[in-house]
């Protein structure tokens, strides 16, 4: 099949990238313009000032007049998430993944610099760490997940970046401190191991991602001889998509990179540098010279003990019970969920969020107004999957694991192409920063 007609010039592929970004930006805000506001005196309390929160803020600041909106979220920072990847690898610093929180804020939203301990739903009230209580008329739950690194025994985030121990999801100084680890490893050599949860998780490309790139650099190193590099994937299969999981096992397989299928990560001995796995024959120890550490990932604690999660599936996880096409919660009308706390099939990524928030901006300002909408969100997952260094497949797909290229005919989405890169490098991050605008 052919994808480009004409070869593109890196001139034109710079051109079609940074377009891209600015195209989306064009049309989401030519939509927000056409769309009349909606009087009322709704007290909104949004829990989650991350990429969902702080773009469905934006945007209903823009499309209810009289609202109390209410943010709430006691990190200063905002992590620009998508970048850890880079970051852990030596291609950004950790600064590209930072900014302020208030930075993204429009400011007739009040925020509240603390976290939630708890929500009642029946009352429609939250209670803050200071005791302060929000009362609402809709919540909008943006909380994010948490990373459970104590299930895995023996492990300590202060470990990252010493004695061969990586661990990127957890912010951009750990990402940085990943680098560490990394980098001395690649100049070494040795064995390599990566791990994902046996959860579910944000950005599941991100473990592939970052044994690719490992392997790209240590090529351009001059050292892949001398290291071994092993994936262990959480079940029988290397993603969740089987078209593309059988593109990585290809990918895998032609670059000398081992798997290890059905191996959970339970524990790590730093000292003696071992792991040791959960298989379906038992328990299984193995040796390494760097590892990643990828914990189990669940709803926070306030989500989990609210009431508002699953009762029949992701027990153990916590993901808040709601509709997987308009985010509304099933027992609870007046609350939505966004972002990687929703208890939906897919959307743990900031592609996701993007889908995400204008369907609840829909719904939410529909059920103020007393109106009906059908908007609709199909699940759209995307990941800029990372093969090397200037080499990326864009990899998107819906809930029923079908590919949904937003550039057919022009990118294929199992190919390993530099525009793909571009993707990531320039046109991404620009169109996340207009996502926080809420014109994206």
Known sequence: MTFLKTPLSRRGALALAAGAGASALMTAGQQAQAQSSVATNAQIVILGAGAAGTALANRLSRRLDGAQITIVDGRAEHWYQPGLSLVATGLKPASYAVSRTTDWLPQDVALKTEFAVQIDPETKAVTLQSGEVLRYDYLIVA????????????????????????????????????????????????????????????????????????????????????????????????????????????????????????????????GSKRATFATPDGDVEQDYDYIHVIPPQRAPDVIRQSGLSWADKWTDQGWIEVDQYNLRH???????????????????????????????????????????????????????????????????????NDLVPSFPGVIAPLEELWISWLMKEVALKATYNAMLRGRA
Request: glycine share 10%; aromatic share 10%; charged share 20%.
């Open 330 to 400: 099933l027992r609870y009308p007046e609350v939505f969920a966004v972002g990687d706390v929703a208890g939906v099939p897919k959307g743990k990524t900031a592609a996701s969020v993007k889908w995400q928030v204008p369907v609840v901006e829909q719904h939410l300002v529909a059920q103020i107004s007393g109106g009906r909408t059908d908007a609709a969100y199909n699940g759209y997952t995307s990941c800029p999957l990372i093969t090397r260094v200037g080499r990326a497949m864009l990899v998107e797909f819906d809930y029923n």
């Open 143 to 270: 909380t994010g997940l948490i990373l459970d690194h104590d299930a895995i025994d023996g492990f300590d985030l202060d470990m990252v970046g010493t004695n061969g121990i990586g661990a990127l999801y957890a912010g951009p100084d750990y990402a940085r401190r990943t680098w560490q680890a990394a980098s001395a490893f690649i100049e070494t050599g040795g064995r390599g191991l990566f791990t994902r949860p046996a959860t579910e998780m944000k950005c599941a490309g991100a473990p592939l991602k970052h044994v690719f790139l490992l392997d790209d650099l240590a090529r351009t190193a001059g050292t892949r001889t001398q290291m071994e590099l092993s994936y262990a994937a959480n079940n029988s299969s290397l993603f969740g998509v089987p078209i593309v999981a059988e593109k990585v096992r290809m990918l895998f397989d032609n670059r000398g990179i081992g798997s290890a299928y059905s191996h959970v990560l339970k524990a790590i001995e730093p």
